[in-house]
C-alpha cells in the first residue's frame, strides 16, 4: 500500500500523471521547479505545469 498518491489534473493529450509513495514526503516547491526547468529544457515537455497542478492539488486538500 501507499501512504499517499497524487495526480495532477488533466492537461494534455488527455494524459494524467500519478505519483505514489510509500511514506509522505516533504516537498520543496522550488527544487521541483528547478526540476521542471530542466525536464523543460531538455525534452521539451510541460513540467512546470505538472509542478503547479499538483501544489494546487495539495492546496485544496488542506
Not at 36 to 48: D, G, L, Q, W
Request: charged share 25%; net charge negative.
Amino acid at each position: 500500500m501507499f501512504d499517499a498518491v497524487v495526480w495532477v489534473p488533466e492537461i494534455h493529450d488527455e494524459n494524467i500523471v500519478v505519483i505514489a509513495f510509500k511514506k509522505s514526503p516533504e516537498l520543496d516547491f522550488s527544487v521541483l521547479y528547478e526540476r521542471a526547468a530542466a525536464i523543460k529544457s531538455r525534452f521539451n515537455m510541460p513540467a512546470k505545469s505538472w509542478v503547479t497542478g499538483l501544489k494546487s492539488w495539495m492546496q485544496d486538500q488542506l
